[in-house]
């Protein structure tokens, strides 16, 4: 695609918006995410609307992955458990003199299903790393990018498919920064110009997604009619407790249909479940 | 019709109507509105500039009797979580806004019995005197029918007093929709009923004030009510052309009686959207950062928006019903300019005043809205015994039972 194209936001969010009909139609998946603390021990507790339970934060070390990995699997009942960042997962490779292979395959013979996300711009050897997840058996979550300045996206996002070209695995990518500056955050115009052009020129990589819990209902949506078809990080909570504002899968079936879209709801494994 | 044939209706700058109108916000692409708004936006704007304007958004009260159900901003007469704000508190809050570059209060209040005529006249005559060339955008409607209400004088006569006190121009909160049966099931048809919100706005331009014209949406009404909403606004700027501009916000609902779900960011940019369209006789269109927060405000400018509003200062009302988004001027300007437009200030009047402020001189970051008062101040200004109270709980207080704490 010729990237140089439009300069109008709208223009530019029509053209994305054309990409994705082509591919998905009016189908947009959301996944409802239970967070779980990566230390071996912590509590086991999560809502049984989960359709994927996900171990966040660094390992301290590869026993304790391990350890963290078997509870929660143990306790998974078919949900699929996703767990930790494939750059902390290559920094603790380094650390114990071990090979990311040897980690990830024990990961997974203690049940883990997916790593939870590669953030491209934190990765060491993106396309070694990626391909170290396909062969020890796993599947990755997301391909995400940590932070970026606005003037690089074009050409991160080309390296993006050109990563995509050589490992083909990746099945959603999700161009947002995850880190948000709260001092200086990225715009509105930012955030529409980054989804908008990651579905352009990220042609090969099925699904565009956004996180509706670190991006909000209103940008989410809007991010959904210039791009993206994924919504990720979906609160499994589905009670409308204190300090949440609305019942979750309530909120993003309405928001995906206000969109023109139609919401499917998905496990991890990008399996359509229905309830 | 078809939507084509509407849209090029739009580009052939065209009036619709109703029907047309209707169509268009149901079944046109989002995409579509957002470049016919802007179209329309580039035909009263040519040149690529974004305003806004520094002022400071104060309820003087929130004591009501009227009770709207879509409100978590008000509190009963008696209530001991309700406030009337002082003169002294007031000039206080004018001298923080003059040290940020600030030009004017908006000020609006609950509908408090227990403060007559008088008391706004010499709150707005003391204001002026200290502060000559600070500018008073206060009383919206349904104010304005309450004091009318209270003092027993026609409204005209009311406008009349509070422009000689001091009055410059009429915020145009309380308009919710300009439909009746929608103000009834909102228990605000009592305030205000649609003819009466106008009947005032068309009196405050005969006498010579510009007004503002508002919209909140997403409560009980039909798309073709919120039609009917922006044509009699239309309507009336056609009659007066008293309007200086259009804003548009989706009902908060948290900590409401009516309760309920908030419309969502695409619903506000399409409503702002055929607003845009719609109103061909209204200059100036608000993008409100307030309720959509800052991204969906700064993405207003490309669905008709060419104004990012206030940068508030002090914000109560859409804080009660659960928003709470800030933007300071670095922060409007910083969305203004990244979208590709250049950042002025204004006044009122939508005169340009200037760069932005912070560019001129040292103004401190705001990274969150004031509130009217701290948490746990429940003062009550010592003036207040001045004027005559209506309500039994106001009269006990002026009568000393109730001491001030
Ligand atoms: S919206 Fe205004 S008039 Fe209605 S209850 Fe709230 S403060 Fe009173």
């Excluded at chain 2, 700058?13 to 989002?30: I, K, S």
């Excluded at chain 2, 004018?94 to 030009?103: H, P, R, S």
């Excluded at chain 2, 100036?284 to 307030?290: E, F, K, P, T």
């Amino acid at each position: 695609m010729n990237i140089a194209a439009p300069t109008n936001i709208i223009d530019l969010g029509m053209l994305a918006d054309e990409a994705r009909r082509q591919r998905h139609g009016t189908r947009t998946t959301f996944v409802r995410v239970a967070d779980v603390a990566s230390t071996p021990g912590a509590a086991l507790a999560w809502s049984p609307a989960a359709g994927e339970l996900r171990i966040v934060g660094t390992p301290s070390s590869r026993s304790a992955a391990v350890e963290r990995v078997r509870e929660v699997a143990a306790g998974a009942r078919g949900v699929p458990v996703s767990a930790f960042s494939l750059a902390d997962l290559e920094q603790l490779a380094a650390r114990e003199s071990a090979t990311l292979r040897s980690i990830l395959e024990e990961l997974r013979a203690a049940g883990l299903d997916l790593v939870a996300e590669a953030p491209f711009d934190q990765l060491r050897d993106p396309r070694g790393s990626i391909e170290e997840v396909n062969i020890s058996g796993l599947a990755l979550a997301r391909l995400t990018i940590h932070q970026l300045p606005s003037a690089e996206v074009p050409s991160l996002l080309k390296e993006v498919a050109d990563l995509q070209r050589r490992v083909a695995v990746v099945r959603a990518f999700a161009p947002l920064p995850r880190v948000l500056n709260s001092a200086l955050p990225t715009t509105g115009y930012d955030d529409v110009k980054r989804v908008a052009l990651a579905r352009l020129i990220v042609e090969n990589v099925p699904s565009i997604q956004v996180d509706w819990a670190r991006y909000g209902p209103k940008l989410a949506q809007v991010a959904l009619t210039v791009g993206a078809d994924d919504v990720d990080g979906v609160s499994a909570e589905d009670e409308t407790t204190e300090g949440r504002r609305r019942a979750p899968l309530e909120e993003i079936r309405r928001n995906i249909r206000a969109a023109g879209q139609e919401p499917v709801e998905r496990n991890g494994r990008f399996e359509p479940l229905v309830r | 019709m078809t939507i084509d044939r509407i849209a090029d209706r739009v580009r052939a700058a065209e009036r619709l109507n109703a029907a047309d109108a209707l169509d268009l916000y149901r079944r046109a692409p989002t995409a579509l509105l957002g470049q016919l708004a802007d179209i329309v936006r580039a035909r009263k704007h040519p040149d690529p500039v974004v305003t806004y304007i520094i002022d400071r958004n104060v309820n003087y009260t929130n004591v009501c009797v009227a009770k709207c159900n879509f409100c978590a901003f008000y509190r009963p007469v008696g209530s001991p979580e309700g406030y009337v704000l002082g003169f002294d508190e007031l000039f206080r809050k004018i001298d923080e806004t003059i040290a940020v570059g600030g030009v004017q209060l908006l000020l609006q209040g609950g509908h408090n019995p227990d403060l007559p005529l008088t008391w706004y006249e010499d709150l707005f005559r003391a204001i002026k005197e200290r502060y000559p060339s600070f500018k008073l955008h206060a009383l919206s409607p349904p104010e304005v029918i309450h004091l009318s209400r209270l003092s027993q004088l026609p409204v005209p006569a009311v406008i009349d007093r509070l422009i000689a006190a001091g009055l410059d121009s009429i915020p145009g909160g309380g308009a919710e929709i300009l439909v009746d049966r929608v103000r009834a099931l909102l228990h605000c048809d009592g305030k205000a009923t649609a003819n009466e919100w106008l009947g005032v706005m068309r009196d405050a331009h005969r006498a010579g004030l510009r007004t503002t014209a508002t919209m909140m949406y997403g409560t009980v009404e039909t798309d073709e009510e919120r039609l009917e909403h922006l044509l009699r606004l239309r309507a009336l700027q056609d009659e007066t052309g008293g309007f200086t501009a259009f804003i548009t916000w989706s009902y908060q609902p948290d900590h409401t009686e009516l309760a309920g779900h908030e419309a969502t960011g695409i619903e506000y940019l399409r409503t702002l959207a055929v607003a845009r369209i719609v109103l061909d006789n209204f200059d100036n269109v608000q993008a409100s950062w307030v309720t959509q927060g800052g991204k969906v405000g700064q993405l207003s400018l490309a669905y008709g928006a060419n104004d990012m509003g206030s940068v508030m200062i002090e914000e109560n009302v859409v804080r009660a019903a659960g928003a709470s988004y800030c933007m300071d001027e670095v922060e409007i300007v910083r969305n203004i300019e990244d979208a590709g437009f250049l950042a002025k200030r204004r006044d009122m009047q939508y005169r340009i005043l200037g760069d932005p402020m912070f560019r001129e001189r040292e103004v401190p970051r705001m990274l969150e809205l004031a509130t009217a008062r701290a948490d746990g101040d429940h003062s009550t200004p010592a003036e207040l015994r001045l004027y005559p109270a209506r309500s039994g709980a106001g009269k006990k207080m002026r009568a000393g039972e109730i001491l001030p704490s």
